[in-house]
């Protein structure tokens, strides 16, 4: 059977949101989104094996935040964001995972989020406006229950990882909800002609 190729730009647009890839000879994509106030980008390769098209971004996921600051505490656990953007701080999950147990709490104006469990074993966070996968700030063997975070310039980005497409055919390709595309029939077409990805933002 012939290897499926893709190239050149396909585009995907509901409401407001809106996405394109634009796929090159040499195996390197290009990425666009917006919904919202949100645009974001993505950069990398690709393989295709059958009708799989997977995507290898240039970002590593799960490294969206950086913990600038840990310490001992008495009570409860704590995590506070720092960011000169004040917008971006509100919009953040913290899971705490107490063995397999979650518990998921959003931060406030101010960034922040306490909890009055006495022990937890990890603590993952995750921006619902960039979600991308979870970046992991404590784990099993660390006794902190203070953290201060930061956020990285990747969390505009996408990694893409555990995000599969399927080539439909040579004008189309297919995903299922993700992440950060949160709705159904998610599909791709190609442009007749070539968007030019450097007008697009």
Known sequence: MTQPKIQGSYTFSRQEMVAGFVF??????????????????????????GD????????????????????????????????????????????????????????????????????????????????????LVKDEQNPNKKFVLTLNPSLAQVSFKGIDFTIVDSNAIRCIPNYFMMVDDILFTKQEEETDFAERN
Do not use: M, W
Not at 24 to 48: M, N, P, Q
Not at 100 to 129: C, M, P, S, W
């Open 24 to 49: 090159s000879a040499d195996t390197t994509f290009e990425f666009f989104y917006s919904y919202g106030a949100v645009d974001r980008l993505a950069s990398g390769t690709f393989s295709i094996k």
């Open 52 to 135: 799989i098209l997977t995507l290898q971004s240039s970002k590593e996921a799960g490294h969206d935040f950086t913990v600038k600051s840990q310490s001992k505490g008495d009570e409860g656990y704590t995590v506070r964001i720092e960011d000169a953007n004040k917008y971006l701080l509100r919009h953040i999950r913290c899971s705490f995972f107490i063995g397999k147990e979650r518990y998921d709490e959003v931060t406030n104006e101010k960034g922040e989020i306490k909890v009055a469990f006495e022990h937890v074993d990890k603590i993952y966070v995750q921006h619902l406006l960039f979600p991308d996968i979870v970046t």
